[in-house]
């Protein structure tokens, strides 16, 4: 019931949760230094480190969006996600996991197809990094029980759907 600038720092705080736990677990399948990852220190194990994700929450350059611009290896990715004005009050993109989860997803699949330096191999417009980054939220908000016949929507939380919503 309170605008988001009320629990700042619990959605700065998911962001953060989020973006590592991303790290973490997309780590296990390969998406590692040499593939490219998000991490300042490589510590000798190939890629160029240095670019951990520069992630803004409650970014206040735009509304009812987010993104992720994932430059070559070397330099940061920024993850932007906004305020959806949908409902009242306000939702906050940083406590969608699904959300956060699909923008990372962008980055990851960015550095991976092309390889970790060719990050703009998939601008054309039948390139499937929205399916994959579907996946990824997917994937990481999946819960003991799910079966492949349920409804599941992403992006219901900042629309003010249940979780069994259709999603943006």
């Not at 000798?44 to 409650?58: H, K, N, P, T």
């Not at 306000?90 to 990050?119: F, Q, T, W």
């Not at 399916?131 to 992006?155: E, I, N, P, Q, V």
Request: net charge negative; with cysteine; glycine share 14%.
């Amino acid at each position: 019931t309170l605008q988001p600038s009320t629990y700042q720092d619990a959605a700065l705080t998911n962001l953060f949760f989020w973006n590592n736990l991303m790290h973490d677990v997309w780590y296990q399948y390969g998406f590692d230094e040499a593939s490219g990852n998000f991490q300042q220190n490589n510590y000798g194990r190939g890629g160029a480190g240095s670019d951990y994700v520069l992630a803004d929450g409650q970014d206040g350059s735009g509304t009812n969006n987010a993104n992720f611009a994932t430059p070559a290896d070397g330099s940061s990715p920024r993850m932007q996600m906004f305020l959806w004005t949908s409902t009242n009050p306000k939702r906050d993109g940083d406590l969608d996991n699904g959300v956060m989860a699909h923008e990372y997803g962008h980055g990851i699949s960015n550095r991976l197809i092309g390889g970790p330096s060719n990050v703009n191999c998939m601008n054309n417009a039948e390139q499937m990094g929205e399916g994959w980054s579907d996946f990824f939220a997917l994937m990481m908000t999946m819960k003991a029980g799910d079966a492949r016949t349920d409804a599941r929507g992403l992006g219901t939380y900042v629309i003010g759907e249940p979780a069994t919503g259709l999603g943006i």
